[in-house]
Nanobody
Framework: VQLQASGGGLVQAGGSLRLSCAAS???????????VGWFRQAPGKEREFVAG????????SYADSVEGRFSISRDNTKNTVALQMNSLKPDDTAVYYC????????????????WGQGTQVTVSS
């Protein structure tokens, strides 16, 4: 599985962005069999979990820092997972990555085996 994150950019605090994670080369099973998680890494900080969605799509997980502001969803017909980010704060500035785990639950501790390149999100104050 190859993943590509997109949709990042520069936005003012309080604004919104929608990130997309597109999967390709899903040669084993189908994209619906994969959990997808979003992570972010800010300069000088460790990578942290942001949100995840289970392979069956009904269970989602969020970091406390984004709960109520971010929403993750998936479209298995398009092999994509979206991260809708609202009420953005300067602290949300980071490179955002998507990752996938075969038959995973999309939690912070899931064993994500596939990672995409990141997309930069910058929130100005």
């Amino acid at each position: 599985v190859q993943l590509q994150a997109s949709g990042g950019g520069l936005v003012q605090a309080g604004g919104s962005l929608r990130l997309s994670c597109a999967a390709s080369r899903v040669t084993f099973s189908t994209f619906s069999s994969y959990a997808v998680g979003w992570f972010r890494q800010a300069p000088g900080k460790e990578r942290e979990f942001v949100a995840g969605i289970a392979w069956y799509g009904r269970t989602t997980s969020y970091a406390d820092s984004v709960e109520g502001r971010f929403s993750i969803s998936r479209d298995n017909t398009k092999n994509t997972v979206a991260l809708q980010m609202n009420s953005l704060k300067p602290d949300d500035t980071a490179v955002y990555y998507c990752a996938a785990e075969y038959y995973g639950r999309g939690t912070p501790t899931s064993a994500y085996a596939y990672w995409g390149q990141g997309t930069q999100v910058t929130v100005s104050s």
